[in-house]
Structure formats: structure tokens, C-alpha cells
């Protein structure tokens, strides 16, 4: 009988699953000192030599159930109050499941004694030393790396396939893995570029810190990898290791700019899933392919997390090389599912059930401090008599107003502590640049804090390191965790989760946030902790009780499933109407054009894969007839995904019966006096021929306002400064919280997103026509505001200092303190080490980074 049978035969035993039931409860429940546990759930007697028995056989299997298992039967045991024989016995369950992290914090938590290896039996002893060898990679000059299951079979993976799919769940070691194998393929390829794309910004700075990091430690050795999110030519080094770190949208800027000299040697997709993503989701297929199509010999890993049909990302890919799907369940942390019920009658007291696929049991109660009068206070006590003591709690809300909210609730239960010098640091830092009232200042002040996608890099970044070394104990945060930021929790804590406009959050994204819960290396387990289950008015969508795997939907698949729709909408041009509820049609039909181009045909391209051949013919009938119905380039429409070329022809026709200078049509530089009306005037244009996107209309000559101070560089503390001051000026009832999120939220979709993405397109369209009209001395006059914009600064001193991994943030201060406005990377590495750090009073946070890329150089 195999192993797999084995356990599976194992795992449906009446018996077993009573006991195993047990297990589970009884550690569950002793997480919560403030749980009254039922009279079942008091006290429990488990048979050590049973269970252990039970687990050396689950162990040895890969599936998911049995790891888990073997895990929670093990991890218990460590924590029970046994003989030094039994947890010696359940080191080898650990050590079975090559799961080091966790032997590891028995050890430090003083469970187990050090080195359970050596009082083993000599056979037992063998076992261990042999499964040790088996997760050995030699790498470099003989550096040993250790690793679990998964890592050794991505490992082997990745090095033997040239077009690969990963998925696994969070926790598994991917992040680490990638590190280590990366550095082993810059050794092999000195000269390689590694094209490293994640879903959103946050996760850049991330990826970017990571690298640094693991390249410079000394086991590692590979300063000279130049690391990069800088999506500009300069940013390539020539005949050195490269790893450009963007987002789709950084990569498309880099791919205008470089065109064919962009050569990347690997290609990898972290959150792969996310090409389902609406419009987004089809602009990642789109820059990924182009890439693919220009060279056949180019490397691609999709990583992403659990799902059940990775071998999607690999369909209709021709590659070079081999090419395979890995797919892995293995477990690392345990996860434990929580719903948390008001008793009836009795405000204060709350049930907390364990839910088990279909089976839910009652643990106990717990009694908040006060009457739950609003949504927000049920989630901020219940979060509250649920802590961990020890930090990692994390509080899920709807919203960048909610969390504030929830925030405050939590600060103001906290118990006063004296404040370490970190904490008052990034105070000091909140309040020197965003506002002396912004509510994180205060929360701050009882180890509370929140966290969402509009807050500066900096401060985001400080509250995340904060919270992973416990220094934080609580963090509220919206849907920016659910983009893959990289912040796991001891518990999670949701009511009725949402993303987006108050869409209700999908099951797949519900168990992305929930792979939060459980620190690898420092917990054992996590929870995801559901308030009010039960109540259809807060859970639009009834919680998940049992987790499962789901499927990767391209969004260029979804909408080509309607083909009808599509050619429909691509054969009556595209109408705006429709294009503002599908922005994703426009997206499609740019990255069809793309494929146009690249391919010749729509027959090899991978967006097709799924259509038959008439679709297929249909489908190029459309898009090529809408080409020829228009004077734009196809080059154009290219360069300008997601903007339909009718809207880009009917720009093009109001250029050409202007009859006003020609000159006013350019954007100028965002130090000129006249600047703000300039920009005013062409963001006018835009709603007007291209899409009504700076709207509402008596909004647009504001926004002209921010974008422009936004390109200079100027501090957000003084954008919301000189809001703020406009507000009280006009006698506007608009509170200082209010006004601080709008300006955080202009600047992330108006200043970083739609703005460069139409004045990128408008300044296409009219170098169209300049050419036409033979004015290239005014195309020469065109600043390239794409990266200004996306950055928030235009000098180049700036730029390279961001292009080096320093948050906007310190880049504007340091770039205070030099002179020179235009110096490349080296040059302001020059410059910053001539600086004394220590004399300058910066806060600890800006002198954290500018030290850490200094040691990483």
C-alpha cells in the first residue's frame, strides 16, 4: 500500500478524526487567554504515542490534509506539557514535513531542547541526516541552502525548464527561493536582465529591498547585480547583471523607450493570477506576450498563489525550451478558520466557533470591554479580546476612512506604554510630512496603526517592519493587502470584506488575505477570525468555510467568451459609453494590435488559444477594418494601451482644424509660471476628444494644480498644506482627515495614473501631427512626463536616487542637500557618501534607507 493510500485510508478513520478533532480545538483555544472555554472544550487527555504514530505516517505524504495534519498533531504536542521523549518524537514529525522554521522556534520558545537529532536512535538518527543531504542545494562556492519539499522541486524546476508555471500557498518560501535562485543564474549569466514584474507599487519597493538585501549579505556576494525601478533606457546597465523591477504598466513605459534594444534574458510574473485582473489583468497579457513574441528564446516563471489550473499561463506559448507546471500544497503554518457570534440577548458576550469544512465547534466565549454600539466597535472590541499579546493582529476594513476609524478605537483602548525611540521616530516623520493632525500620528502613540495603498512609501514601509518585529500590535489595513504585500499576522480579523466600490470579496481573494494568518517562523498557527457570520446585512457574500483551490480566468479570455459583444462594440468604434463601464474592451483591443504587429496574425497568438478558426478570422476582420477607418498609426494605438484609436483619430481631427499657435498645444515644464493653466488647458483637451477622465469639469484646473506640483517634486505635506489652506480660504466644511486622504487619493489615481497615461497618449497624437505639419523643432521642445509623473519629480538627480530603491520621500530630501540636478546613479552615490548622515537629523527612517542602499552598494 503507498503512502498517499495509506494516509487517505488514515485520515477517514472514525477514530483518528475524533482525535485529530481534539488536537485541533484544544490548541485552537488555548491561543485565547480571554476564552471561557465550554465544559467540552476544558480539558482534553490526548494519547501522545497514538497521534505520533498516526503523524509519522501523514507526514510522509504530500497531500494537503495529511501535512496539515501531521502538522498540528506535532506543533501540539511541542506546546503540551509531555515527557522530553514524546517532543523529541515530534521533532522528527517536523523535521519529516522539512519544516526547519518551525523546529526552529520550538527551539527558541524553549519547547524542546536544542539538537533532538542526537538523542535519537541510531536509525531514527540516519532518517534525519538523510532527508537533511536530500534538501541540501550547493550553490556559489559551496554554500549549503537548505529546503522544504516545494523548494527543492521549484528549484529543480526552474533550472531544467525554460517556460515555467508555479503555484503553492503563501508561506511556502517562494520569496526566498527566487532570492537564492536568482543569485545562482546571475553567477551562470553575468550579463543576464531579469524583467522581475509584480501587481502594484508597494510590492516593487518590496521586491526591490528583498534583492538588495540577500545580494549584498556576505554568503551571497553580488553587489554588482544593479537593481532597478526606474522604467527608463539609462536604468539598463550595458554588459552587467540587471534586475528591473516593475509593475505592467512601468514595463510598457520601459518598452516605449527601448523598443527592440529592450532585451530581457528572463522574464518573471509574480501574481500571476492577477491577468484576470479587468483592464490591468489585460495589460500584464499584453506586455508579457510582446515580450514573449520578439523572442522566442526569452525565459518566463508566472508564480502564483494556490490555484487549480496553473497550465493556463502556458497555453498557446511556443517556447525555445522545455516547459512545465508545478503545483504544490505543501503546508508550512496552520490555518484556522473562526467565526465569532454576538449571544443573543447579551451585547457583550460572544460565541467562538472553529469551522472544520462542515463541521463547526463551539470553543467558548469571550465578554468585550463595552457595549458593541456600532459596526466599528464590534470589530474593534471583538479584534480586542481576541489579541495576541505578542502583536501580529490584523484588522481587515472597508476602506481607507474605516480604518481610521477602527484605529482609533483600538488606540484609545489600548493600556499607556512608554514609547521606544522607533515609534517616536516615525510620529515625528507622519507628522513632518503628511500632517501635524493626521490620525496615524496619534494612533500611533498606543502601538496602533493602519495602512492603505494611497499612504506615502515610506511611512507604509516603516509600519510594516514596525508590525513584523511586534513594535506595532495592531494594523488596521484595506484591500492593499490582498495585492500580495508580504505581511503575514498571528490572526486576521474581517466583517463582511470588500473589495473595490463595495463589491463583495470574492472567495479567491478571501483566502489570498487569509494566507496571511500564520507567521512562518514565529507562530505555529494562524486565524482568520469572521465577525458576524451569520448576519446577511454585514456578509453580502456568506464566509468561505473550507479553503479550496480556484481557477486563473485571463481577463482577455473572459471578454473574448462574448465574442459577439466585442466585435460588436470593436465595429461601431468603439463607443465611449461603453467603453467607460468595459474599460478592459479598449485594453483588449490595444493588446490585439500589439499582436497585430508583432505576429502578423491572430492564429499564433496566445490571447486566441481558446477560438476556433472562423472566430479567429472574424475577430482580425474587425480590428483591421477599425485600423483602416483611421489615419492613426497602428504604432500608436501600441504605445497607448486601453485608449480606443477612434478616440486618438478624433484628437488628431480637432489638431488639424485648430487654427490658434500651434505652440500652446505643447506641455511645458512643470517649473514654468504658467504651468498649472497649460496643463488645465490640455487635460481639457483630453475630456473633450479623448475620455472625460479629469472630471468633474470644474475639478480639472485643481488637478492641473496638483500634477504640476506633483512634477516638482514638492513634499505631499505641502500639497495637502496648500489644499487644506484653499478649503478654510473657501470656507469648505471639509474635516483635516478628509482632506488629507482626497489629496493621498488624487495624487495615486489623477497624478500617477490617468494623468500619465492620456498625456502620454495626447503628446503621441500630436507629435502625429507636428510631423504632419513639419514642425520637428517643436517635437524636440516635448518633455517625456510619463516618469516625472509616475515618480513625482522631474529633475534627474531625483529620478536616480528613486531609480537607486529610495522611497519619493527621502529622494525629495536628500536631493535638498545636492546641488547638481542632473546626476546620474553613480554620481549621487558619490554625493550621498560625502554626506554626514549623523549630523543632518534626519528621521530614522530616512537615514534606515539611505544606510541600507549605501551597505548595499
Known amino acids: ?74 506543533t501540539h504536542c511541542l506546546s503540551s506539557t509531555v515527557d522530553s521523549v514524546t517532543k523529541d518524537a515530534a521533532c522528527v514529525i517536523l523535521d519529516t514535513l522539512t519544516n526547519a522554521p518551525a523546529l526552529r522556534l520550538a527551539q527558541e520558545r524553549s519547547l524542546v531542547e536544542e539538537a533532538p537529532q542526537d538523542r535519537l536512535p541510531l536509525p531514527l538518527r540516519l532518517a534525519w541526516m538523510r532527508r537533511h543531504l536530500e534538501g541540501l542545494v550547493i550553490v556559489g562556492e559551496g554554500q549549503e541552502l537548505s529546503f522544504n519539499r516545494f523548494q527543492r522541486e521549484a528549484w529543480r524546476a526552474a533550472s531544467s525548464n525554460h517556460v515555467l508555471s508555479i503555484t503553492a500557498p503563501t508561506s511556502t518560501g517562494k520569496s526566498f527561493l527566487l532570492c537564492q535562485w536568482l543569485a545562482e543564474y546571475f553567477r551562470a549569466s553575468p550579463d543576464a536582465v531579469v524583467v522581475y514584474v509584480v501587481p502594484t507599487r508597494a510590492l516593487i519597493q518590496q521586491v526591490e529591498r528583498d534583492l538588495r538585501e540577500e545580494f549584498a549579505s556576505p554568503a551571497v556576494g553580488l553587489k554588482s547585480v544593479s537593481i532597478s525601478s526606474l522604467p527608463m533606457e539609462s536604468a539598463v546597465k550595458k554588459g552587467a547583471p540587471n534586475v528591473l523591477v516593475f509593475t505592467q504598466e512601468r514595463l510598457h513605459i520601459l518598452t516605449l523607450a527601448m523598443g527592440s534594444e529592450l532585451k530581457p534574458t528572463l522574464l518573471i510574473i509574480d501574481e500571476a493570477h492577477k491577468v484576470g485582473d479587468g483592464a490591468r489583468g489585460v495589460l500584464l497579457s499584453n506586455v508579457v506576450d510582446h515580450l514573449a513574441a520578439n523572442d522566442a528564446g526569452l525565459r518566463l516563471f508566472f508564480a502564483s498563489p494556490l490555484v487549480s489550473n496553473p497550465e493556463t499561463l502556458l497555453e498557446g506559448r511556443q517556447s525555445d525550451g522545455p516547459t512545465e507546471t508545478l503545483s504544490s500544497e505543501h503546508t508550512t503554518v496552520n490555518q484556522n478558520l473562526l467565526w465569532v457570534s454576538q449571544v443573543k440577548g447579551k451585547p457583550k458576550q460572544w460565541t467562538v466557533e472553529l469551522c472544520r469544512g462542515d463541521e463547526v465547534h463551539v470553543l467558548g466565549e469571550v465578554v468585550l470591554e463595552e457595549r458593541p454600539s456600532s459596526v466599528w466597535k464590534r470589530i474593534a472590541f471583538v479584534a480586542s479580546a481576541l489579541a495576541d499579546a505578542r502583536g501580529g493582529n490584523l484588522i481587515y476594513a472597508n476602506g481607507a476612512a474605516a480604518a481610521e476609524d477602527i484605529a482609533h478605537l483600538l488606540a484609545t483602548m489600548a493600556r499607556e506604554e512608554e514609547l521606544d525611540d522607533e515609534l517616536k521616530s516615525l510620529i515625528d516623520l507622519v507628522k513632518k510630512h503628511v500632517h501635524p493632525r493626521y490620525a496615524l500620528a496619534t494612533t500611533l502613540a498606543s502601538r496602533v496603526a493602519f495602512h492603505y495603498g494611497n499612504m506615502p512609501l515610506l511611512i507604509r514601509t516603516e509600519i510594516e517592519r514596525l508590525f513584523r518585529e511586534g513594535v506595532i500590535s495592531f494594523l488596521v489595513c484595506t484591500s492593499t493587502l490582498v495585492e500580495g504585500v508580504n505581511l503575514p499576522c498571528k490572526s ?73 459583444e466585442f466585435v460588436n462594440y470593436v465595429d461601431a468604434e468603439t463607443p465611449s459609453d461603453a467603453a467607460r463601464q468595459h474599460p478592459e474592451w479598449d485594453q483588449l483591443l490595444s493588446y490585439l494590435i500589439t499582436q497585430l504587429g508583432s505576429r502578423g496574425d491572430f492564429a499564433s497568438s496566445p490571447v486566441c488559444a481558446g477560438l476556433q478558426g472562423n472566430e479567429v478570422q472574424r475577430l482580425e476582420a474587425a480590428v483591421t477594418s477599425l485600423l483602416d477607418s483611421v489615419d492613426i498609426p497602428a504604432d500608436l494605438a501600441v504605445r497607448n494601451p486601453g485608449i480606443s484609436p477612434i478616440a486618438m483619430q478624433r484628437l488628431l481631427e480637432y489638431f488639424r482644424g485648430r487654427t490658434k499657435l500651434v505652440d500652446d498645444l505643447l506641455p511645458v515644464l512643470p517649473e514654468s509660471e504658467d504651468a498649472a493653466m497649460n496643463y488645465n488647458n490640455i487635460f481639457g483637451r483630453i475630456n473633450s476628444h479623448l475620455a472625460r477622465v479629469f472630471s468633474p469639469p470644474t475639478r480639472t484646473f485643481a ?13 505631499l505635506a505641502q500639497l495637502i498644506g496648500s489644499r487644506n489652506a484653499y478649503y478654510v480660504s473657501k470656507e469648505r466644511d471639509e474635516t483635516i482627515g478628509t482632506t488629507i486622504r482626497a489629496v493621498m487619493q488624487d ?39 510619463n516618469v516625472w509623473l509616475e515618480f513625482g519629480a522631474s529633475l534627474q538627480t531625483q529620478l536616480s536616487l528613486m531609480g537607486l530603491g529610495l522611497s519619493r520621500t527621502t529622494a525629495i530630501t536628500i536631493s535638498d542637500l545636492i546641488v547638481a540636478s542632473d546626476l546620474n546613479e553613480e554620481q549621487v552615490l558619490g554625493e550621498i557618501g560625502k554626506l554626514d548622515l549623523q549630523s543632518l537629523g534626519l528621521p530614522l527612517a530616512l537615514s534606515r534607507e539611505v544606510e541600507q542602499l549605501l551597505a548595499s552598494r
Request: aromatic fraction near 8%; proline fraction near 6%; hydrophobic fraction near 40%.
Open 703 to 715: 488637478l492641473s494644480i496638483l500634477v504640476v506640483d506633483w512634477m516638482r517634486g514638492k513634499p
Open 747 to 785: 495624487v495615486e489615481q489623477i497624478a500617477r495614473f490617468i494623468a500619465p497615461r492620456y498625456l502620454t497618449c495626447y503628446i503621441d497624437v500630436l507629435r502625429q501631427y507636428l510631423r504632419e505639419i513639419e514642425r520637428q523643432d517643436l517635437i524636440d521642445q516635448i518633455p517625456e512626463v
Open 492 to 564: 486576521i480579523f474581517v466583517r463582511g470584506p470588500t473589495k473595490g466600490k463595495g463589491q463583495p470579496m470574492n472567495e479567491n481573494d478571501f483566502w489570498n488575505l487569509a494566507g496571511r494568518a500564520g507567521r512562518l517562523g514565529k507562530e505555529f498557527q494562524g486565524n482568520i477570525v469572521c465577525i458576524d457570520p451569520k448576519d446577511s446585512n454585514a456578509w453580502k457574500v456568506s464566509p468561505p468555510r473550507s479553503r479550496s483551490t480556484y481557477p486563473i480566468r485571463p481577463a482577455a479570455q473572459e471578454v473574448l467568451s462574448s465574442l459577439d
Open 1 to 74: 500500500m503507498s503512502i498517499a493510500t495509506l494516509a487517505n485510508k488514515l485520515l477517514s478513520t472514525r477514530s483518528f478524526e475524533q482525535a485529530l478533532a481534539l488536537v485541533v480545538q484544544d490548541s485552537v483555544a488555548s491561543q485565547f487567554p480571554a476564552l471561557t472555554r465550554t465544559d467540552a472544550t476544558k480539558e482534553f487527555l490526548h494519547d501522545w504515542d497514538y497521534l505520533l504514530k498516526c503523524a509519522s505516517v501523514l507526514a510522509q505524504s504530500e497531500s494537503a490534509n495529511a501535512e496539515d495534519a501531521s502538522l498540528r498533531i506535532a
